[in-house]
């Protein structure tokens, strides 16, 4: 039942799945997984930040709204060029679209390499926090010994603050991000089912409870409400801007993990039974809902301890200064919940990374013949290397980020969409497998003829001049 026409150079010919090739060992396990892509350091950090500073739940309804019409559709795209190829990025363009394609796939791979480098030193720092406040670092006293009269609000804020700078950049920044991508290494080179899977199915259930968990600790909090408040504002009239649509498109794909063929390379696993439709729902829904439920952690705490003022600064602030405030003024029951808290971050962070170096390996499996071994290291390796300068600077970090969502996402999930909605041979036939009964398959074609590229390049207009500037000014500021 082979519909789909293999007139690529790079087919073997063999019908679908390489021999050998390997496979999740259920379909729970590939959801698991692909949720454990999608959730992490973007859904605690950036999601409830910006709903916060862009019209509350208006934002929210926008971001659905993109979600559903731009995120959902490019990710089942992934999953049917990857499902359907049962090949890396690069091979599976090949193999359905000729030779040409394969440069799409090498973007895919260069995007790997760069949003793993400095995701990897952000990972990096989530550990050092969890382990410092588990050893009660953050406390009154742990900072209070850094700088006299940090017992009161204000000056722990700065103590926080220095303690933040000193913990983002320079060699022990690097050493975590070392071990982190250490630890990514690690698991990538077990194997699809030993390795990514198994750590899945450990870490997202427990990832979840806990999230819940703390925000429901956090409405208990004496002015909590001021918190939601903040957080879910409706204001409608903030949302309808072309700034605040690409900083939803941005924000969907960086958080679905789309636009550079992670969400493909775990679909490549799957087997010809999967309902994709329905699994793409799945992962977006969790995807969205964790996103949602840690806004409910981070805003409560920050308004009960009345740390609003904190807020605007900015994102990375939100997460590294004025919450690890709000656990150090917390005391005790701060410590433990400020463990937890970031144990989440670790957790999340370690299941998205993971896909990030899954894409380069089976590319350099595939296309280089290598041993899955040899490829985690040699990539990993390599990836550890280019993170030195986001290790050393957050102002590099924060381009590298810039760069990598709205070039590299937001032109690769462009490209994708027209690959899948105007080349690739048999989309919807290749959609249908393991799916009978399911209408809705030319709505997701003219999604992804007309609607994903228009509403992409449109964001991509204003994202691109944009991106170049940071990049320029980055370089301008630099003597020599
Ligand atoms: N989605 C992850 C997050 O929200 C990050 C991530 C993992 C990612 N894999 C990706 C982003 C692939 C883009 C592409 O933190």
New binding site residues.
């Given amino acids: 039942m082979d519909s789909t026409g293999s007139e690529g150079a790079g087919g073997a010919g063999e019908g679908q799945a390489a021999p050998g090739r390997e496979h999740w060992s259920s379909r729970a396990g590939f959801v698991l997984a692909a949720i454990g892509?999608?959730?992490?350091?973007?859904?605690?950090?950036?999601f409830s930040y910006l709903t916060a500073e862009n019209g509350g739940a208006a934002f929210v309804v926008l971001y659905i709204a993109v979600t559903l019409l731009v995120g959902l559709p490019v990710m089942l795209a992934e999953l049917v060029v990857g499902r359907g190829a049962q090949r890396s990025p690069v091979r599976a363009l090949v193999h359905f679209g000729g030779e040409r394609w394969s440069l799409l796939g090498l973007v895919f791979v260069a995007?790997?390499f760069l949003?793993?480098a400095y995701?990897s030193v952000i990972a990096g720092w989530t550990v050092r926090y969890a382990l410092t406040i588990l050893f009660g670092g953050f406390g009154p006293e742990g900072l209070g010994s850094a700088v006299p009269g940090a017992e009161s609000g204000q000056a722990l804020g700065a103590a926080m603050g220095a303690r933040f700078a000193e913990i983002a950049e320079g060699p022990v920044a690097f050493a975590y991000h070392l071990a982190f991508m250490a630890c990514t290494v690690g698991i990538v080179a077990g194997g699809v089912k030993a390795g990514i899977e198994r750590t899945s199915l450990v870490l997202m259930p427990l990832l979840f409870l806990l999230v819940c968990g703390l925000a429901v600790y956090a409405g208990t909090l004496k002015g909590a409400g001021a918190g939601y408040a903040y957080y879910l504002h409706t204001d409608f009239s903030e949302v309808l801007s072309r700034e605040v649509l690409t900083e939803a498109a941005g924000q969907a794909?960086?958080?679905?993990?789309?636009?550079?063929?992670?969400?493909l390379t775990y679909g490549s696993y799957l087997g010809r039974d999967a309902h994709l439709p329905n699994s793409s729902l799945m992962i977006a829904g969790a995807?969205m809902g964790i996103?949602f439920i840690a806004g409910l952690v981070v805003f409560p705490m920050i308004f009960a301890l009345g740390l609003s003022e904190a807020v605007g600064a900015s994102t990375v602030g939100a997460l590294f200064i004025t919450l690890p405030q709000a656990f150090a003024q917390m005391g005790g029951v701060g410590r433990v919940m400020g463990t937890l808290f970031f144990v989440v971050l670790v957790f999340?962070?370690l299941t998205?990374?993971i896909?990030?170096l899954e894409?380069v390996v089976s590319s350099s499996m595939d296309g280089l013949g290598w041993t899955r071994r040899r490829s985690a290291l040699v990539m990993g390796g390599a990836i550890a290397l280019l993170g030195i300068p986001a290790a050393w600077s957050t102002e590099v970090l924060g381009v590298m980020d810039g760069v990598?969502?709205n070039l590299f996402?937001l032109t690769g999930g462009l490209a994708l969409s027209l690959f899948v909605g105007w080349v690739m041979p048999n989309p919807l036939g290749e959609a249908e497998v393991g799916a009978q009964g399911v209408r809705w398959f030319f709505l997701w074609r003219f999604l992804l003829r007309f609607v994903v590229p228009a509403v992409l390049g449109f964001v991509l207009l204003d994202a691109i001049p944009d991106t170049f500037r940071s990049v320029a000014d980055l370089f301008s500021a630099k003597p020599g």
């Fill in positions: 892509s999608a959730v992490g350091l973007g859904n605690m950090w950036r995007a790997g949003i793993l995701y794909f960086f958080s679905l993990s789309l636009g550079m063929g992670a969400i995807d996103a999340g962070a998205s990374a896909s990030l894409v990598a969502n996402l």
